[in-house]
T-cell receptor
């Protein structure tokens, strides 16, 4: 059981499609994250939001567009993706971004396949 | 910047044997340290964390981790491996407002 819920769990999309990944956290946290996990590669931090404001964008291509309408919800909008974007996308949250409160809790992940 | 090194991307142990997963970090200032586990087709689950209290931290499922400042290490052990321990394990470090993950160690348990 997780306090961070991601939908859908699996997504197959064509390169010309537009889709979105959704994340909701039930932990009362203020910070939310998107990570990308590809086979044989380390976890890649994509975006960070703190109190709904984006605080980090780690050179992510513009075909990935995040949205954080409130501290509990985070979206990742996808458009014109490439096959190399196929990966597990993990949403996470933490109480805030500093000190002992900076324990990150992850969702189950959304498996994305771009065809 | 902080770096986290997990020695051994793949570790195989026999069922019932000791499990040792290694993690070293680079910071000279003791950070906050974590171990996560990832089972197939799932997200990362927090197993235990060290936040400058006792140097030996006990987690779930019989795992422990020991912080050694002199060695900048946070190795994880379990006295007796079970088949259900087979998974990917990630060491992570929190320093300031940044989180750094190791590249993971895949644990295989041989019957």
């Amino acid at each position: 059981e997780t306090g961070v819920t991601q939908t859908p769990r699996h997504l197959v999309m064509g390169m010309t499609n537009k889709k979105s990944l959704k994340c909701e956290q039930h932990l009362g946290h203020n910070a939310m994250y998107w990570y990308k996990q590809s086979a044989k590669k380390p976890l890649e931090l994509m975006f960070v939001y703190n109190f709904k404001e984006q605080t980090e964008n780690n050179s992510v291509p513009s075909r990935f567009s995040p949205e954080c309408p409130n501290s509990s919800h985070l979206f990742l909008h996808l458009h014109t993706l490439q096959p190399e974007d196929s990966a597990l996308y993990l949403c996470a949250s933490s109480q805030d971004r500093g000190g002992t409160r900076n324990t990150i809790y992850f969702g189950e992940g959304s498996w994305l396949t771009v065809v | 910047a902080q770096s986290v090194t997990q020695l051994g991307s793949h570790v195989s142990v026999s069922e019932g044997a000791l499990v040792l997963l290694r993690c070293n970090y680079s910071s000279s200032v003791p950070p906050y340290l974590f171990w996560y586990v990832q089972y197939p087709n799932q997200g990362l689950q927090l197993l235990l964390k060290y936040t400058s209290a006792a140097t030996l931290v006990k987690g779930i499922n019989g795992f422990e981790a020991e912080f050694k400042k002199s060695e900048t290490s946070f190795h994880r052990t379990k006295p007796t491996a079970h088949m259900s321990d087979a998974a990917e394990y990630f060491c992570a470090v929190s320093e300031g407002n940044q989180f750094y993950f190791g590249t993971g160690t895949s644990l295989t348990v041989i019957p």
